[in-house]
């Protein structure tokens, strides 16, 4: 069976930085592309980020580039998501998600597998 554990949200000030972990068992991590997602309250789920699993190619969306910084850990099975200069707006449940094969995609439907979310809320 497949788990997705995310790990690492938190309430921060504006400017200021977190981390995010995602630990996946039950699967062959080195074989799936890796997403971040985020939904907000009252918002549709956006995604965030996305490294592949071939070469670790890394996706980003407009709204977070050079911002935040997506890596993986095929050794350890993790995906984190360095989140810096955080903004009111980021807040939202972060979501991990599993792609076999995948390339990267923006789109969650792509994804086979999602855990169930850590939240990040940003103060101004």
């Known amino acids: 069976q497949v788990h997705l554990v995310e790990s690492g949200g938190g309430l921060v000030q504006a400017g200021e930085s977190l981390r995010l972990s995602c630990v996946a068992s039950?699967?062959?991590?080195?074989?799936?592309?890796m997403g971040w997602f985020r939904q907000a309250p009252g918002k549709e789920r956006e995604f965030v980020a996305a490294?592949?699993?071939?070469?670790?190619?890394?996706y980003y969306a407009e709204s977070v580039k050079g911002r935040f910084t997506i890596s993986r850990d095929n050794a350890k099975n993790t995906v984190s998501l360095q989140m810096n200069s955080l903004k009111p707006e980021d807040t939202a449940v972060y979501y991990c998600?599993?792609?076999?094969w995948g390339s990267g995609s923006s789109d969650v439907a792509a994804y086979e597998y999602r855990g169930q979310g850590t939240q990040v809320t940003v103060s101004s």
């Open positions: 998600a599993a792609d076999f």
């Open positions: 039950g699967l062959t991590f080195s074989s799936y592309s």
């Open positions: 490294i592949t699993w071939s070469r670790s190619i890394t």
